[in-house]
């Protein structure tokens, strides 16, 4: 079964095709990657899934539901979660606060309950202190909840994203070029946490540049070039098919390797 069809999704900005009739299906429980050159069209694609934008036509289906065009807390409320190309964290705020915040949309209460403190607030809170911990240690960030976000290294804030993603409990996780920025090592670790965010049962829809992160984690991949869909199908299929190998001409050693 799909638990996210895109169906036809085109974005006009003004005289540019961003997107031009998109269609996949991401089946429940895959990893499934969308990849392609710079300005292929892959963010404004997110944004069309996750409610940033409103695409100018076509479906998407999230969970047997139309989901197109909903506000973006909406679309969130129904367990879509997106991590963003450039990493927004509260930088003054402690690790485990970030994630503490990633658990708002499944928790009760909002600043009536902050200031007036009931006693099921305060168990909430505790509750959601402890899970928080839990899913830093779950990405590997287990001993650096206390310190300042801001201080963590670039790649551990990529990984601090997942976790507060995951406080949402999520069933579609979107990452939009999580390997952006990371060296051999960081790459390395962020495709095992994917890989154990899916064997948590959390389907997983990657933007991706890192070709190699891609054809590890990925069970299908969707190849976007200047706003269309050039192939889709199985790891082996994309490294061989020669519209893909075009255009990522000059970058086909990024395949090879
Ligand atoms: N809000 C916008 N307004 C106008 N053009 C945009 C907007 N967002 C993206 N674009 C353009 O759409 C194209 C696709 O961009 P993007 O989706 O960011 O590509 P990718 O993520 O694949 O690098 C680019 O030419 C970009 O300049
Ligand atoms: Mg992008």
Known sequence: MALLSVQNVTMRFGGLLANDQISFDVPQGSIY?????????????????AGALVPTSGAVVFDGQP??????????????????????????????????????????????SALLRPRWAREQDARIAREARELLAFVGLGDQGDLVADKLPYGRQRLLEVARALAADPKLILLDEPAAGLNTQETAALADVIQ??????????????????????????????????????????????????????????????
């Open 33 to 49: 990657a969308v990849i392609g050159p710079n300005g292929a069209g892959k963010t404004t694609l997110f944004n069309s899934i």
């Open 67 to 112: 989901i197109t065009g909903l506000p973006q807390a909406s679309i969130a409320s129904r367990g879509l979660i997106r991590t963003y190309q450039l990493v927004q964290l509260f930088k003054d705020l402690t690790v485990a606060e970030n994630v503490e915040i990633g658990f708002h949309r499944v928790t009760r209460g909002g600043v009536l």
């Open 196 to 257: 154990r965010v899916n064997a948590r049962g959390v389907t997983v829809l990657l933007i991706e540049h890192d070709m190699g992160l891609v054809m590890k984690v990925a069970q299908r991949i969707a190849v976007l070039d200047f706003g269309k869909t050039i192939a889709e199908g199985a790891p082996d299929e994309i490294r061989r098919n020669p519209d893909v190998l075009a255009a990522y001409l000059g970058g086909v050693e990024m395949i090879d390797g």
